[in-house]
DNA sequence: GCCGTTTTCGGCCCGACTGTTTTCAGTCG
């Protein structure tokens, strides 16, 4: 679920800060005669600022709200909204009308706002610091800088330690105590959760919340449900006969590090070293609106609750209750509370077909819902293959024989034994003598496979298909924008899959130019992850998608979603964008050591939220239809 | 600030937990 603050964090990639407001546009940067582009984080940045100052000044709330939500608009836009604005076809962005997209125009025009900056002088932007402190909303920040002057957060800490926040108005010694264990929460706060690592979190938390007497089952909810690129903080939804004492058990947890709520229903713990986690409890049998509730997004439960009373219901996490026709739920006798077993029965109930969690964010499933357009999504079991993985001979771990051994268990029909190029020296690289070393091996592999399976059907657990590893490279596009291998050799190889590592911070021009020419190859059959990007480590490569798209789709060059959860790239978004442009994908592991084959879990997660089917992606194809797909580069290009 | 086959003005989703100004406001999800 999104926070109502979005002040710490709109951008999961992000690393968190105590003040991520972009710079004060006025200060310091020259007049220049064209000013930069924002992008579409740094755009979004200002508007989730303007939401948070709004909210700070006490103006209405919606206005906040509707600010936030032209920044989630922004910021999920699949194309550059200021290069679009600048070149006078703005995009139709959800939630802006014509007040917003005034502001995004002259911010687009010019990198500055003059309605943003007016509203910093009026509201001093170090109070987002305050609003950051968990438990402290709008109203106490307006208070202590009212009634102490209080600008900075450490001023805060002063005054609370001072005990000069007790007699403010609603304020009491407790208060204060609160007020210092938020900020040391605070400077505790870990940076958001890869999925791997909140999957960990979950499953340790299952094994020690199972066995807690009257609970039915358990399950993880909220964006991890979703499959969300990173997670902010973990959910838990329990059904259960005893709901006051599994909260107990839960905030007595060992792992707990602080208690943060623990009610009758609901409770809120602080992990040791780890992320905040909620636990929901609901009645048996009754399950469907609260897991509908507590996945979110909040933004698609808004949607629904809308919905609901169009139609003359109000919709929470309990269930429906009937609408008077003063418009406020009827209670006591007259009232009716509609509950289901399961999620389905409660998008039944709204008139809409299931909807895939992954799909839950408001970015258009509600409208496809309706006219019957969900997409059917790619599921984990469609996948044949996995058409990119390193071994000893690279920077992998374990040798080709291993690898292809645990790719050949899975019921894998191939696997894409992909090492680098030389050129990535750092990954020791093969040469081209190497690379037909390795070949030996792998014929030699492929033979005892043949052998194995015979002239009957493989056998038990093996793919019908039989196995076969297939020889590739990770070719690295050079710095220069050349390749390594020459086009006899590249040609002689099963798959290529290309990337780009070095020459990172080339201007966009030149780096989307490497990336182009990799695309106009006849040899190369896959770009690999795409962006460049390591979650909340290493910024995505400059690039020009629209081009790059236009280009991989013109020529069936494949895009990867790469599993690995540091890069998950493409993302979601983008993958979308580019299946609109007729692009297809492929989901690799990128698996250096067999456990990371694993890793295309996570690839799929993101092709569902890309709205992706199994035909959208070729390592779901078969092996003969992937490699006639690759062989016809040539004569496509 | 946004938005409209119930509206161009008047709405805008809903409930648990906390602390306390003991009937509700603030915060959060």
Redesign the pocket.
Known sequence: ?????NLANPDPSEEATANPAVQPLADGAPPASEPPLLSNDELARVFYEIGDL?ELKG?????????R??ADAIAHCPVEVARAYREGHPPK???????????IAELAATGRLG?HERLREEVPPSLLEI?????????????LHDALGVLTLDDVEAAARAGRI?GL???????E??ILE?IEAMSRRIRRLLLGEAEAHVERLLAALNGTPGLRSLQAA?SFRRRRETI??L?LLAETDD??GL?RTFAALPEAER??????????IELRGGP?V?L??FPPGEGGTYMV??T?S?EH???L??M???RG??????GF?R?GPD?E?LTGPQGELRTFAGEGEVYAFLGLPFVPPELREDRGEIEAALEGGLPDLIEPADLQGDAHAHSDWSDGVHTPARMAEAARARGYAYLVLSDHSFGLGIARGLTPERVLAQRAVVAELNERFEREEGAGSPPDGLHPDGFRLLHGCELEIRSDGTFDFDDDLLASFDVVVASLHQGRRQPREQLTARVLSAIRSPHVDILAHPSGRLIGERPELDLDWESIFAEAAGTGTLLEINGSDHRLDLDDVRARRARELGCRFTIDSDAHRVEELDNVRWGVSVARRAWLSAADVATTWSRGELLAWVAGKAARV
């Open positions: 679920m999104t926070s109502k603050k709004v103006e209405l709330v919606f206005k906040a709200v509707a600010y939500r032209a962005l959800a939630g802006v009308g014509a007040a917003i997209d005034k502001k309605f609003l950051a402190i968990p438990g402290v909303g709008p109203r106490t920040v307006k208070e007790r108005k609603g304020m009491t010694p407790r208060t105590e609160r938020g909220g902010g903080d959910d709901p006051a909260v208690v943060i709520a623990a009610g009758t229903a609901k409770g809120s905040q909620d929901m409890t509730h507590f979110g909040k439960n808004v949607r609750r809308g609901a009373r169009d219901w109000s919709l929470s996490e309990k209750l609408l418009g739920p």
